[in-house]
């Protein structure tokens, strides 16, 4: 069920099991596994519920309906670095790419014996990655749907006897309309919204939409429910309030979010590792000009990907943007703009994420609200020029005339000469265009309060009855696409509150 503050006339009070806030790969995940275990279960949405037959054909207009802060969430720092996230029931699934992986193997040995979080072995993830990935169907890209700007790539590594394949996704029945990013017009792309949250309101979850969450309710150092205000769709509040009494309040509002809420209501203030922690995956990518027409925005755009870097913290991914959203995005202006737009369908794109050792921070500055700081330290500069110059040398070498990148100062390569000028040159932080699709950790898990904000069982440290399950407990960067990753650890929640076995 789904109550809209939108058209919401009056205060409501209730009871439930537990209250979720926020409904992405986290919320809703361990709002429907509680639900099917029998618990009555309430979610806190800030964004509104959009039907499938609402989604616009027009990226731009998807970018003002759902994306938070239309899409241009920006990281204060050294470079600025934007960070797309979904406002909407369903979370930024509604709105990624649909990429899954599971967590690898070296980051959970990471987490096993370095940061001492012993139940976080491979064998307690295995029935729980199984269980997630056939609720949404998670199987390999067809290279029947990938954009050329995937197959391009695909046949160039292959030539080179480089190792790549088809990214998993969580897809059923995908045409290849190529509008992953703006909500899924088909519903192939199995997002929250599609999967887990109808099930978990077949067992009888209600969600709030249209609805920001205020404060907890606490009694002596227990959340015992939350207060949170309907608002209009438009965003003005209607004047009308929600509060909930449970036992169990879950915070899943997001990695920006869940840490700045608990500040704002003077909860687990004192841990000095709310709000800190925070790593991003940064990405750029560049284009290359082919003499056949690519028309990269026909087909699934991120659908192929290679490790051959992966021993340097960078993962090589598919990606291709619509003609409207590159023309906002490239660092062209005026004549030259012109130029590289009337030759886009000529280009083909790909990718890397790196996996970052620089972190940030989330915290309130005056005026600003709730700010993200983040610079790139030299390593993690180190790790763009190397992922970049790959990505130009592997385009030229296979064909293409040209390679256009966004590190100023190198522009664009015509020759494998003008890559080695940025393999040897000056490059500075600040020279990097680039976005970050994964911010994790800023309520980090960790073995002791003086190393993390929640313990291996997702509790607060120092409170009861609260709970933290998003990104921001993941302890370290994947150096892959985290969905599969933080649906794992809230069904590891749910199991637990149930007190079911995380092996069956």
Known sequence: MIVDGDEVGNDIDEHFDAVVIGSGAGGAVVAKELAEGGMRVAIIEDGAYHKLSSHTDLPYEALGRLYRDKGFTTTLGKPAIPIPMGRALGGTT??????????????????????????????????????????????????????????????????????????????????????????????????????????????????YVNCTFEQFIIENNRVTGIQANFHRYAGANNGHTLRIKAPRVIMAAGTFHTPQLLRDCGVAVENRNLGRNLTLHPATKVFARFDEEIRGWEGTPQAYYSEVLKDQGITLEGIFVPPDIAAMTVPFVGRRLNEFMREYKHMATFGFLISDSSSGRVMKLPLLGTTVLYNLNKADVEKFRKGVAYLA????????????????????????????????????????????????????????????????????????????????????????????????????????????????
Not at 441 to 457: K, L, N, P, Q
Request: glycine share 10%; with cysteine; net charge neutral.
């Open 94 to 207: 509604v709105i990624n790419s649909g990429t899954c992986f599971r967590t690898p193997k070296s980051v959970l040995a990471h987490w096993n014996n370095d940061l001492d979080l012993k139940s976080l072995t491979e064998e307690s993830f295995s029935a729980i990655f199984d269980r997630v990935e056939k609720e949404i169907n998670v199987s390999e890209a067809d290279f029947s749907v990938m954009s050329r700007a995937n197959t391009i790539f695909h046949e160039i590594l292959t030539k080179k006897g480089v190792a790549g394949h088809p990214l998993k996704r969580n897809i059923r029945g995908c045409e290849g309309c190529g509008f992953c990013c703006y909500g899924c017009p088909t519903g192939a792309k199995q997002s929250m919204d599609v999967s887990y949250l109808p099930k978990a309101f077949i067992h009888g979850a209600k969600a």
């Open 393 to 504: 040398r592997v385009f030229l070498e296979g064909g293409a005339t040209k390679v256009y990148t966004l590190l100023h100062g190198y522009p664009e390569f015509s020759t494998l000469a003008d890559v080695e000028r940025l393999e040897n040159g000056p490059l500075k932080a600040e020279d990097i265009d680039c976005m970050a699709f994964h911010p994790l950790g800023s309520c980090r898990m960790g073995s002791t309060a003086e190393t993390g904000v929640v313990g291996d069982d997702f509790r607060v440290y120092g409170w009861e009855g609260l709970y933290i399950c998003d990104g921001s407990v993941i302890p370290s960067p994947l150096g892959v696409n985290p969905q599969v990753t933080i649906m794992a650890f809230a069904t590891r929640l749910a199991y637990q509150m149930l007190g079911k076995r995380l092996t069956q």
